[in-house]
């Protein structure tokens, strides 16, 4: 199985959200079939065949996350990251103050759904498969 090790080379490569599909393809291949990221303090659950779990270390001091989303502005400001006009901290920054509380990145479905603190889906979009 996949250890947080190998999933930290392959983020090693990620400068901003254009090189997200890139990444996903490469954790896809060690074998994730799912993850979820926390906004808090950032950490990941990463998950793999036969219940396989392992979880990344928080990678930021916590942080409050709002409760109330303001979907609009989370979109706009997701595609400027998609785009690579900020960097994944900044990313967190704007995830927490926008009110989501966590992304989950589906392997099979090739999707990223992003929720709020009350476990609604706020956006659902594919990923690129370059």
Do not use: R
Not at 10 to 33: N, Q, R
Request: aromatic share 14%; hydrophobic share 30%.
């Amino acid at each position: 199985m996949f250890t947080v090790e190998q999933i930290k080379s392959a983020h090693s490569k990620v400068k901003s959200g254009a090189d997200f599909p890139s990444y996903i393809k490469e954790i896809k291949a060690l074998g994730v079939t799912y993850y979820e990221t926390y906004v808090t303090d950032g950490h990941t659950d990463y998950y793999g065949g036969n219940d396989y779990k392992t979880t990344s270390p928080a990678k930021f001091d916590p942080m409050t996350i709002s409760n109330e989303c303001n979907k609009e502005q989370f979109i706009k400001d997701l595609k400027d990251h998609q785009k690579g006009k900020t960097d994944y901290p900044t990313f967190i920054g704007i995830s927490a103050k926008y009110g989501v509380e966590k992304w989950v990145v589906c392997m099979d479905k090739m999707t990223c759904t992003y929720y709020d603190k009350a476990g609604n889906e706020v956006l659902v979009e594919e990923i690129p498969q370059n």
